[in-house]
């Protein structure tokens, strides 16, 4: 990759982007081009390749149906399996999380295999749905601020040994497992339940993925005061009294 040129991938858009989780995309590639990244940016759909060469891919969340196929088509196409191993950045949400792990219950009751990228088992959970706002710990390896967020799933992710969370949540539900972990990561694998989009909640969350694509440190500053607007709107509509 040269200095000044990024290639983000967004992955299947046609199965799996819901709650406006393309969302994403657009603050990746808003926030590369305002600190003169030259972004090429590519949509690619589930009738199509993934190709391998990207820098950093984006996967959204879904119905149980639209994820079962997206599951089988990324599996039998590994691309994204071979642009994990040659060190692409990949941030996945909620049916796309699941995708990243080892296995998930799919939408006719079985155990569907996953993508492995991610050291975690989801199942699905016998009580509520996990639905409403979020807030949370990032992790404090990552530097990053609070995580707002919006959850709706029924499923539940239990972190296998080298899956690290993502954060912990005060509010909210998270991973579903009781414990208080929201999402997992590893070195260049995130996955997260929360929708929002989350990058647009979270705009420190892309600078982080632009962080680890271009192997730097620090990213010029750039004008946050719609981003920081909308990150007190919804914290502060997270913690009022019901």
């Known amino acids: 990759m040269s200095d000044n040129s990024l290639r983000l991938v967004w992955v299947y858009p046609d199965l799996l982007s819901t709650y406006g989780d393309q969302g994403n995309a657009l603050v990746v590639e808003r926030r590369a081009r305002q600190r003169g990244l030259d972004v090429a940016r590519l949509d690619v759909r589930s009738d199509q390749p993934v190709p391998s060469s990207g820098d950093i891919y984006l996967i959204g969340g879904g119905e149980d149906r639209p994820q079962r196929l997206a599951a089988e088509r990324l599996r039998r196409d590994g691309g994204l399996?071979?642009?994990a191993a040659n060190g692409a950045i990949i941030f996945s949400v909620c049916a796309g999380y699941q995708i990243l792990g080892h296995e998930f219950i799919n939408d006719l009751g079985e155990r569907e295999p996953g993508l492995g990228l991610l050291d975690v088992i989801s199942t699905?959970?016998?009580?509520?749905r996990c639905v409403g706002d979020v807030l949370g710990d990032i992790d404090e390896r990552l530097g990053l601020p609070q995580l707002t967020g919006f959850e709706n799933h029924q499923g539940v992710t239990?972190?296998?040994?080298?899956?690290?969370?993502?954060?912990?949540?005060?509010?909210?539900r998270g991973n579903g497992t009781g414990d208080g972990t929201e999402g997992a990561y590893n070195e260049t694998v995130f996955g997260t339940y929360m929708h929002g989009p989350v990058l647009a909640r979270n705009p420190q969350i892309a600078d982080l993925l632009l962080k680890l694509a271009l192997d730097v440190n620090a990213l010029p500053p750039t004008d946050d005061r719609w981003y920081e607007a909308l990150r007190a709107e919804r914290i502060a509509s997270a913690t009022q009294p019901a």
Do not use: C, D, I, S
């Open 158 to 172: 239990h972190l296998g040994p080298t899956a690290r969370p993502f954060a912990r949540v005060r509010l909210g």
């Open 124 to 128: 699905r959970g016998e009580g509520e």
């Open 81 to 83: 399996q071979r642009a």
